[in-house]
């Protein structure tokens, strides 16, 4: 049985930090690319990041770059998204997803993502 337990979440203030994690089981880690998703209340999930399966290849949404970084560690089997310089905008519901390897790339639709976490909440206050 896969699962996927996020951790991490809270509540900042805008210009903080926050690290969020996800612990997979029952599945190889290996043989699948890694995503954090978000959801707004009233707004559609949104693909915040990727790392493909072998850790060489990120991509972020244009309104993350250069704040947020994704890291997986297949040791582990564990993914990060490190989250600097929150902007109240970036409140949401983060959840962790897992994606085939059969696919040579990141999509950012949540549809073809198999596995999913639970989620949790991060809050940023101005």
């Known amino acids: 049985q896969v699962q996927m337990v996020e951790s991490g979440g809270g509540s900042v203030q805008t210009g903080g930090s926050l690290r969020l994690s996800c612990t997979a089981s029952?599945?190889?880690?290996?043989?699948?690319?890694m995503a954090w998703f978000r959801q707004a209340p009233g707004k559609e999930r949104e693909r915040v990041a990727c790392?493909?399966?072998?850790?060489?290849?990120?991509d972020y949404a244009d309104s993350v770059k250069g704040r947020f970084t994704i890291s997986r560690d297949s040791a582990k089997n564990t993914l990060d998204l490190q989250m600097s310089n929150l902007k109240p905008e970036d409140t949401a519901i983060y959840s962790c997803?897992?994606?085939?390897?059969?696919?040579?790339?990141?999509?950012?639709?949540?549809?073809?993502?198999?596995?999913w976490g639970q989620g949790t909440q991060v809050t940023v206050s101005s």
């Open positions: 790392i493909t399966e072998s850790g060489r290849t990120t």
């Open positions: 029952g599945l190889t880690f290996d043989n699948y690319h």
């Open positions: 997803a897992a994606l085939h390897l059969s696919y040579y790339y990141c999509p950012t639709s949540w549809s073809p993502y198999i596995y």
